[in-house]
């Protein structure tokens, strides 16, 4: 509407006329829009899983990193420590909240991303890729398969931002 009455109010000082009600609309989309990718799997808690051989990669989504809002601290595990499917294994601070980060798998730490530690925004610029978290050896590869895939994930996450 504000997007109509500016450009109505536009034209009418430069006095240019506009035939049609479609040049007003915009050529972009404003509905939130997030990267999710193939190959990775998706928790219902936001967290992704790349599974390369005998280590699995974790981060949290494009998804959450949008609705966190800019990352200014990240706590992460020991490289060596333990992580259990669904438990808390770290923390995100941004400028709206706090908030654990789940582990979508059960394993043993083998790398930490101590790069987040100095630059935390690379979570939100990157979250695949600069952004990991952990390495992790899985204990039980066969929890890979309770996770969703991108379709699934890409439902998952519509539904739920319909309902808020």
Known sequence: MALRMWASSTSNALRISVSSKAHLSPA????????????????SSHEWVKHEGSVATIGITDHAQDHLGEVVFVELPEKGGSISKGGSFGAVESVKATSDINSPISGEVVEVNSKLSESPGMINSSP???GWMIK?????PSELESLMG???YTKFCEEEDASH
């Open 150 to 152: 991108p379709k699934e």
């Open 136 to 140: 992790v050896k899985p204990t039980n």
């Open 28 to 43: 972009f989309s404003l509905s939130r829009c997030f990267s999710i990718l193939d190959g990775l799997k998706y928790a």
């Open 128 to 130: 695949y890729e600069e």
